[in-house]
């Protein structure tokens, strides 16, 4: 390649030149601590998530235990003889059942 005034290539000279380098060297630093900071954050999160999803399940525990024990009270309490309740009998124990699941 024959360039006029006997320069050498532009590309040649820009890269070799201290400046792209230390422009490189930099964006490739950055990059490396932008990545740590971001897998660092995502652990955390994660982590954070962990936690409410078991204190989650604790209350939840503790929430749908007493309306299974209210709707066995029903259940007891009103006698469910008759054809009018049958129906009656059946929603309490499709509820139960749901509940039951929950757990």
Do not use: C
Not at 49 to 58: C, R
């Amino acid at each position: 390649m024959i360039h006029q005034n006997n320069e050498p290539p532009l590309i040649s000279t820009h890269l070799r030149s201290p400046n792209v380098r230390e422009f490189v060297y930099s964006t490739l630093f950055l990059l490396l601590v932008a990545g740590y900071l971001v897998r660092t954050h995502l652990f955390f999160v994660s982590q954070a998530y962990s936690e409410l999803q078991t204190e989650f399940k604790k209350v939840k525990s503790l929430i749908i235990l007493p309306y299974m024990i209210e709707l066995r009270k029903l259940l007891d309490r009103y006698p469910t003889t008759g054809l009018n309740s049958f129906w009656l009998k059946n929603l309490f124990l499709v509820a139960l059942e749901q509940l039951g699941d929950f757990q």
